[in-house]
């Protein structure tokens, strides 16, 4: 102990030693008001009770200290979380946040639940007009093969299809092809040109990806070079179909890419320069790596792949389409897959199918058989009804994996404003959208993120997107075909799913339609009166919160373009570098605002922004349906029209032109400065030799005061001299 005492340091106690007792009541109360007092002294200190913030400063140096000032809300979703958290602080009860939750409890015994009966289908027969029954069209491409049957008990196996292969497609869990794979595998690996039409969601991308693949085995390795061209529609299209491709491919060496909008030019550019084996890609961005990527072409494809071919050979795509298969090479085999095809394709021969087969599983205008269609009646009166019965629907019966269309993308982005502020979790997916954001919002919604996604038709083609459970259309499609791929992201592979379609007096047409062609009953739904008087009440008492957000968005958007604006002219400044090149395209500025200007639609008579109201924004969409439905009569009975018949054709090379043909050769085309100075017969140089010297003869008549003579035959002009 005495070595301790004598190091300083503390001991264990004996049991002989006397301990002292300290007063700890005292001491902790001494302690306690010391600490009191430190505390008292520090926030006298620190801040002045008499000290108010002011908005002017005297000194005009800024302030230095970012940290104090808050971050606004960059995205929508927080912007509208700030705006209920507001009217949350602010004890303003708008009918949002108690009745969403009380949802489940007082809004279900309280209110009704929504009517379904039966609707039963009405079978008559249409005549024409001198009483007859009317017959299909016949088949302007002529098909050398009909297949509309396939063998059940065929597997993968059976196919004789390589282990790697197969090792890819169990990894994916496939373990029977379906029906479309069934009939169009064995045609496609025999190298035939085929159109296949089926159901959405029956596999269409394994029935030409695993083809093409089990040919690319074989394929010589001593040149790298693209032999297999995907063209799809839409971005995400083009996204889902690589990754199926590269999933099957995952045991193989076969080199996938993608070429689609809105992602790295770059990175594509470096990936096409390395001749990957197949190249997924939309058509627009394709032509521009054709017209400006180095060492890439397509002249060596080998198989052209056509998905979702209906969209593919309208006439959005018709230019950029032809201007694709020009450069493609002329031997190849072409696939032609959608869900509805039409059977009167004029442009098949456009991309020279030879000896087609038809491969008609289904029919054009069939649904999943596990489809439960719905159809709510909107009177006429009633079309400002839209959006409090949606919302009805989205926040009272489909709670989550419910997809709802909607014709235009302004819409979309106030219903998405609309369906936040009433509490739900929702994303929107349409053009206006950066292709991150798209891509972004379209994860959410397949890892259950979101639980409504609100789209518009960008999302209704191919997508696959697993547990879809509802598809709601706001109004009704432009066309029947329109109808079968939007209601088609439910009930895929096998499963269930239902459509509840909002059906105004104007749409009764497209709805007969949807009648006709239905297999199953359809179901009519009932919105009880008095929960569409609640929601539209909800929806007008938020037109102020609706109109802050939407006006704040545009401010920072405005604010964002000229950030990025003067980002980028510091970058050039910076780097001493020039504006970069314009990139080439194969029409002219003028062609593209032609095209443009041909494919947009007539002036709708929009009204006003100050005087929108709920119904003038459902006519709006109920025209543009109705104006997209009559574009694509016009277009089909344009392609309809007899072509006027030629003695000659200008482009057939069987004869030699004739002189009317030679002359207009010569007037159409113009000399350029570089031809000029190229020329060197005799007449071009007489011709130089002339112009040289009558320039010269006018500069020396002015020189000597004198007018130029006039031209040959003229009179000539009279003398004038400035002598004095």
Known sequence: MAAHSDLGLIGTIEEDEDVPILDVE???????????KKKKQKSTSLFNSSFTFSEQYEDDTPMSVPFLIKKAPSTLDEKIQQMRRQKKRGNVDVGIEKDIEDSGSSEEDTMAADVVKIKEKKTKKKKGKKGKQTEEEPEKQEFAESVDTYDDKLTFSDLDIARPLMKGLSAMHFEKPTPIQAACIPIALRGRDLCACAVTGSGKTVAFMLPILERLLYRPLERYTTRVLVLVPTRELAVQVHQVGRQIAQFTKITLCLAAGGLDIKGQEAALRLGPDIVVA?????????????????????????????????????????EIIRMCNFQRQTMLFSATMSDAVKDLAAVSLKDPVRVFVNQNTDVALGLQQQFVRIRENREGDREAIVAALVSRTFCDKCMVFLQTKIQAHRMHIILGLLGINCGELHGNLSQAQRLEALKKFKEGEIDVLLATDLASRGLDIEGVKTVINFTMPSTLKHYVHRVGRTARAGKRGRSVSLVGEQERGIMKEVVKHAKTALKKRTVPPEVVVRFRERIEEMTDDIATIVREEQEERKVRALENQANKAQRLLDNNLQPGAKRDWFQTHRQRMEEKESLRLDKLGKPKKKDLTAEDRAQFEVKKAQMLAKRSIKASKRKERPKRMRACNEDDDDGPPSKKQKRQ?????????????????????R??????????????????????MGKKGSKPGKTRTNRR
Do not use: C, W
Not at 687 to 708: A, I, L, Y
């Open 665 to 685: 050769k010569k007037k159409k085309k113009r000399a350029t400065f570089s031809d000029e100075l190229t020329r060197t017969d005799q007449k071009s140089v």
């Open 26 to 36: 005292s001491d902790s109360e001494g302690e306690g008001e010391k600490q009191q």
């Open 282 to 322: 939309t058509p627009g961005r394709l032509i521009d790596h054709l017209h400006n990527a180095p060492n890439f072409s397509i002249s060596g494809v080998e198989i052209l792949v056509l998905d979702e071919a209906d969209r593919m050979l309208d006439e959005y795509f018709a230019e950029q389409m032809k």
């Open 687 to 708: 011709q130089f030799r002339s112009e040289s010297n009558k320039h010269q003869m006018t500069e020396r008549g002015k020189q000597r005061g004198k007018k130029p």
